[in-house]
């Protein structure tokens, strides 16, 4: 896409292939009350001197207080605190009440189980089109040792979970599968009894495997997203694995690309296929995925919120 004809929503889901970390961003204000709010795009500057980033929008409400503030606070999520995103990312009135939280040593609110937190000195403002760019000198921090919250297209991840949900169904007969998505359709497979694409795997990495069957399939380039689903199959006795999955531009050499909501009539091979599909097309509504364990008739769904992050 030319930025001549360049859309503000496609290229912020273009942003969105690139997976972060999470963090909350906290000051005080001018009367000392804490404020904060969710922010993933952080990084780390330099070591000596060390300094960070972070990106905030010149329309946040905390656009003023920020930019004033002499010192500030990035709290690096851990994985059991999405949550704690979702409070800081949306305008609730009294967001520290629903954290446990202390003062650090310039009195930045620090939050507790974090994956690691840095209390800067502010460095420098700088402007950068519709956000500033706010450069922090590290004057204290810590590191817990726990895993970071991860954010990519739209969605939160956890890898300790997903690798859990895979090492538990290893054992048996594997049959891979993927939610194949392009701009809210979906692949599937067959012209009177649709499927999803699958294949089956003894050995290796699943989803080097999943990855080299979907781009064979299709002649297209695929990238494999995040664990959609993992269930035993009482009728076949296999394990399916099934991961949502995008791909690029171009017609598949096979399969075709429907809308899932459009489906609700349509004949799938297995019933389970069919409940993925309605699945997905009901949580792709409401912008709110999650993982499905079980086995084809019952199970539960691990919630990954996917509010949106703002600064």
């Known amino acids: 896409m030319t930025i001549q004809t360049v859309d503000p929503r496609a290229l912020r ?23 904060g709010f969710t922010a993933n795009s952080f990084t780390s500057v330099s070591l000596d001197p060390p300094l960070l980033l972070v990106c905030l929008a010149k329309t946040s409400r905390n656009y003023a207080t920020m930019t004033g503030a002499r010192h500030f606070a990035i709290n690096v999520l851990s994985e059991t605190q999405k949550d704690v995103s979702n409070t800081f990312a949306r ?5 520290f009440a629903a954290v446990e939280w202390g003062k650090g040593s310039v009195g930045c609110p620090i939050f ?24 922090g000198r590290v004057e204290s921090f810590d590191n817990s040792g726990r895993n970071g919250l991860g954010y990519a297209r739209g969605g939160y991840f956890t890898p300790i979970l997903a690798s859990k949900a895979v090492s538990a169904a ?10 194949v998505e392009r701009r809210g359709e979906v692949l599937l497979l067959g012209d009177d009894i649709l499927s999803l694409p699958t294949c089956e795997v003894d050995d290796g990495n699943p989803t080097e495997k999943l990855q080299e069957y979907l781009e064979t399939l299709t002649g297209l380039t695929v990238s494999i997203g995040f664990l959609y689903s993992v269930y035993e199959g009482k009728s076949d006795g296999k394990q399916h694995i099934v ?39 009901m949580e792709s509504s409401i912008g709110n995925f999650g993982i499905y364990f079980g086995d084809e008739t019952a199970g539960t769904i691990r919630p990954i919120p996917s509010k949106g992050i703002r600064s």
């Not at 995008?246 to 429907?258: C, D, Q, T, V, Y």
Request: proline share 5%; charged share 20%; net charge negative.
């Open 13 to 35: 889901d273009a942003f969105g292939a690139f997976p972060t970390g999470v963090t909350v961003v906290t000051a005080n204000d001018k009367a000392g009350n804490p404020i």
């Open 170 to 179: 290893t054992e048996g007969n594997i049959e891979l599968g993927a939610v």
């Open 243 to 281: 991961y949502r999955a995008s791909i690029s531009s171009g017609e598949p050499a096979n399969g075709r690309f429907l809308k899932p909501d459009a489906l609700s009539q349509a004949c799938f091979r297995t019933s389970s296929t069919a409940d993925i599909v309605a699945r997905f097309a």
């Open 91 to 95: 305008p609730v009135e009294d967001r």
């Open 112 to 135: 507790s189980n974090v994956a690691a937190w840095f209390e800067c000195a502010m460095e420098q403002v700088i402007e950068a089109g519709d956000h500033v760019i706010l450069m």
